[in-house]
């Protein structure tokens, strides 16, 4: 977040803005976890099994990262009064988990676009009290250490049991509902006609697909975003 901020507010380029991030203790010094989502599956994958009480393994869980964004990207979701933030999400249906992590194009003026730099934001949609919002610093040494700490703490004195190894397993898929993308094509590549909405160049808009069909294009993406939340 604090690079993707970094880019769109202040117009640093990718390269910039992650050594800024690694300076300040935002991004690991191997940038991998990061930048390709992992670190937030891991998140996601936690939060999913006390939410949900089953158990997630995170090598399952599909994801796509920020790893090849360009300003190009940016220019792009300006252009359509949105900001790019990696967001990572979870749902229930039926007896299934579905979760995703990937680049989203956010409207602007969004509780969620406005949240900037190390800043994170997690939000639970409930049946009985609708939307919660929870945001504070993700990143950083100190809220890091912080909440090593009070785990190590919780744990000494078995004060939360978060395993659900014999809770009901819920299966594990990707998300089936159906999205437009963003989608910058590797130079030379091209997709057909009938599943794009617009399109300047190597960049394009996609009609509404699911995800099946986006995952059948990736040799020839090399970058993407959903369209909204």
């Known amino acids: ?39 937030m599956v891991r998140k996601i994958a936690i939060l999913s099994s006390i939410g949900y009480k089953t158990e997630i393994d995170p090598e399952k869980v599909s994801h796509f990262g920020i790893s090849n964004l360009s300003d190009k990207d940016i220019k792009y979701a300006e252009k359509n009064n949105a900001v790019i933030k990696l967001i990572a999400s979870s749902k229930v249906v039926k007896d299934s988990v579905e979760l995703k992590i990937e680049p989203v194009f956010i409207e602007k003026g969004s509780m969620i676009a406005s949240v900037n730099y190390e800043f994170n934001v997690i939000e639970v949609k409930t049946n009985i009290n609708d939307k919660l919002t929870f945001m504070g610093k993700g990143a950083g040494r100190y809220p890091t250490a912080n909440a090593m700490v009070n785990d190590l703490i919780m744990i000494k004195h078995n004060d939360k049991n978060y395993s659900f190894a014999n809770e009901c397993k819920k299966e594990y898929k990707d998300l089936e509902d159906k999205y437009s993308y963003y989608i910058r094509l590797k130079d030379g590549k091209e997709i057909c006609p009938c599943l794009v909405k617009e399109q300047d160049g190597n960049q394009l808009i996609t009609k509404e697909i699911e995800k099946n069909k986006l995952n059948e294009l990736m040799d020839k993406i090399s970058f993407y975003a959903r369209i909204g939340e």
Do not use: R, V
Not at 1 to 17: D, P, V
């Open 1 to 39: 977040n604090y690079i993707l901020t970094k880019m769109s507010k202040e117009g640093l380029s990718f390269e910039e803005a992650l050594k800024l991030a690694q300076i300040n203790g935002f991004a690991e010094a191997d940038p991998t976890a990061d930048l390709e989502g992992l670190d």
